[in-house]
């Protein structure tokens, strides 16, 4: 009876499940702060916080908005479907919600669903920004007040700078915008198929209107490319006379954006579609032109913020993945595991060092991306007033200050979507084969990433845009002692770094914040004089120096982010945080910094080799070893539900394998045995024997009929 029994409770021969929970949670409870206060720090205030928590669970609750495992199994179609539904959703929220929990919505939302994110950031974000940053008061306050576009409604814009044979070189678009003065119109014409614009989010099957970039040409003049409102649909959603699109089809990711091709055939748009802020044509067709020529890309200012926002967000959800997982997930038997159990991952000092620097990069990317989002707002807004004012001293002034916006947003924007996209990809293989799962996110994750690292143009070539004026101030010093303002202001030093006397002599002098960012500047400024030995040697040829060009523009970056974070590290309220987060601050710099750029460091004597060798092969894995017993309490502070990690491995409950293998089997039913192309392999498997197929012709009976 006893047998019988046993063998109906099905444990008899069973060994302990894993249990993977119980890991995560006692990891929890020895947290040493509260993720509350820390969340506090990476949203910047009290009141962020308590806002993202509030729209966390709106998010969540939203039957329309909230995201599962299904949403990895849609087609292209779907997406596009899926994303159209929930923006007429957000269409609601918008009409109730502040700029700033608007603001915050939509940056929460490229984390749940980054392509529905996009597709409102191109109407709103690039479609209004252009004409914000190039119209009018008057022209802005039509275009998104009295048409309605600022609230889903109405209007639909697109952003048409990129062109199939024009990308990163704007200033080399090709579409033409000539003035007509009998009629008073500008006459919008794509002249060849390189012209094309191209990558037009929302062009193929959404947009009414489009924010283009074209040349202006006035009495067969070229001015140079200027931004102009162009119509594509009207009332009812037809396509306007002249105007061709079409859709450029499947993409790497982000398939739920209708990205299209517009062709212009002789469109004509009234004068005053033309965006007048800085550039103005007049009735009689006199050209007025702008105080700097960058001022017409100031729309893509606010992509950039975005972009480096997202770089935090998203690098914060794949590092939580990867090291719940880690905690979570037992492999092998080593010495430290002295009950003789496997040995947890993030236990193993390679995983530590593998996972933990992506956690250290998450929260330093939040101060750099706070910072920038209210530089360019109040740059802006001081430009606009100055504009409005026709104060041509403070315009002028605010023109510098834009240059200095233009370095760092390019060198932030490139580099923090870099190592976003290295974080998903390595966060992925620390996953193993469930890392490689659809439904696990990384897959997707990094197919809807890795745009970012092309949109505005190839990251490398951004790069360079904040090499060059680095360079340029770097000779000024030394030739002319010229005095440096903004973000190149550290060069006016130059003189006195100008040799190779080394600057650090110990690891952890090198590791005190205010020596760490010292040593990055004075790295800098070597780079940049070495730069400008090699554009001497060139003939002025900057194409010579996009090495060190790009070298500038990463350290550049990781200067800004790590200066704002210490610097938020001294004014934080809750100060029991502190030596959590330098310890955070400390690994971020030994290992995206010291470790990646170890050759540069050397070769400008920024540290003996010793030094250096200490600080990567000592230090770093010792920072990992410190931050290692707070995980759980770092990630947890994130404040990331369920539904934006999406990702079953990586659950607040921490059952990794039932959470996991429930969803394959939700998302594919065990009962659905057979496949719709079963016939098909069945009539394979189950074929006659090849002599029956041959019809017995090559039988021996055959041969000796045949043989005859």
């Not at 859709?247 to 209708?258: H, L, N, V, Y």
């Not at 991952?345 to 989002?373: C, D, M, T």
């Not at 996110?441 to 890795?450: L, M, Q, R, S």
Request: with cysteine; charged share 20%.
């Amino acid at each position: 009876m006893a047998d019988t029994d046993n063998q109906v409770s099905g444990f008899v021969d069973s060994t302990p499940a894993p249990n993977p929970r119980a890991l995560l949670l006692a990891e929890r409870a020895k947290g040493q702060f509260d993720p509350n206060k820390m969340h506090i720090f990476l949203e910047e205030t009290a009141e962020k916080s308590r806002s993202f928590k509030r729209l966390v669970q709106q998010l969540d609750r939203d039957p329309i908005l909230a995201t599962g495992n299904k949403y990895y199994d849609l087609t292209k179609d779907q997406q596009r479907e899926n994303t159209a539904v929930r923006i007429a959703r957000l269409a609601q929220y918008i009409e109730n919600d502040s700029q700033e929990t608007w603001n915050q919505r939509v940056s929460l939302l490229s984390v749940l669903d980054p392509q529905t994110g996009t597709r409102i950031g191109v109407n709103l974000g690039l479609f209004l920004g252009c004409i914000r940053g190039n119209g009018t008061f008057e022209q802005l306050d039509y275009w998104a007040k009295k048409k309605e576009t600022g609230q889903l409604k109405g209007l639909y814009g697109c952003f048409g700078m990129t062109e199939l044979a024009h990308g990163s070189n704007v200033a080399g678009l090709e579409t033409t915008a000539t003035f007509d003065k009998e009629t008073d119109e500008f006459i919008i014409n794509t002249p060849h198929i390189g012209a094309t614009k191209w990558w037009i989010g929302g062009a193929a099957h959404s947009a009414t209107h489009c924010a283009v970039y074209a040349r202006l040409i006035v009495d067969g003049k070229d001015y140079g490319v200027k931004t102009f409102v162009v119509p594509l649909r009207d009332a009812d959603h037809n396509l306007m006379p002249g105007v061709t699109v079409g859709d450029i089809g499947a993409k790497m990711g982000r398939d739920g954006i209708d990205n299209g091709w517009i062709q212009f055939s002789s469109v004509r748009i009234p004068r005053f579609f033309m965006l007048q802020k800085f550039c103005q044509v007049s009735r009689e067709g006199k050209v007025n032109l702008p105080p700097l020529e960058q001022l017409a890309y100031s729309a893509l200012l606010g992509g950039r913020v975005s972009m480096v926002m997202d770089s935090f967000r998203w690098t914060a959800r794949f590092a939580t993945i990867a090291l719940r997982f880690a905690i979570g997930r037992r492999q092998f038997k080593s010495a430290s595991q002295a009950d003789g159990t496997e040995t947890q991952l993030l236990n193993y000092p390679l995983h530590q060092r593998r996972l933990i620097p992506f956690l250290a990069q998450a929260y330093v990317f939040s101060a750099g991306a706070w910072k920038l989002e209210h530089t360019i707002k109040s740059t802006l807004d001081t430009l606009d007033a100055a504009v409005a004012a026709g104060d041509m001293g403070k315009i002028m002034k605010s023109v510098n200050d834009m240059k200095s916006l233009f370095i760092d947003s390019a060198a932030l924007k490139s580099t923090s979507t870099w190592l976003c996209a290295d974080a998903i990809d390595q966060c992925r293989q620390a996953c193993g084969g469930l890392g490689y799962s659809s439904y696990n996110g990384f897959g997707k994750g990094y197919a809807d990433w890795v745009v970012q690292c092309t949109w505005e143009g190839d990251n490398s070539i951004l790069a360079m845009s904040v090499g060059k004026p680095l360079i340029r101030a770097a000779v000024e010093v030394l030739k002319t002692g010229k005095k440096q303002k903004g973000s190149v202001a550290f060069l006016n030093e130059a003189k006195e770094w100008a040799n190779d006397k080394l600057v650090f002599q110990t690891a952890d002098e090198l590791l005190e914040p205010k020596n760490t960012l010292k040593a990055i500047q004075v790295l800098m400024t070597r780079v940049a004089l070495n730069g400008a030995e090699v554009l001497k040697e060139n003939n002025g040829n900057f194409d010579a120096v996009g090495a060190p060009s790009l070298v500038l523009s990463k350290l550049n970056a990781h200067f800004y982010h790590l200066n704002e974070f210490y610097r938020r590290i001294e004014t934080n309220e809750h100060k029991e945080l502190n030596s959590h987060l330098i310890l955070l601050g400390k690994l971020h710099a030994a290992s995206f910094v010291f470790e990646k750029f170890g050759g540069d460091l050397l070769s400008n004597n920024i540290v003996p080799p010793a030094v250096l060798n200490e600080v990567v092969n000592k230090k770093l894995p010792e920072l990992c070893k410190q931050i290692r017993p707070n995980v759980v309490a770092y990630t947890d502070s994130f404040m990331y539900s369920d539904t934006f990690i999406n990702a079953p491995i990586a659950r607040y409950d921490g059952n990794i394998y039932e959470n996991y293998f429930d969803t394959v089997k939700k998302s594919n039913p065990p009962e659905n045995t057979k496949a719709p192309y079963s016939a098909a392999f069945e009539t394979a498997l189950n074929r006659a024997a090849l002599e029956v197929r041959e019809r017995g012709d090559k039988s021996a009976a055959a041969a000796a009929l045949l043989s005859k």
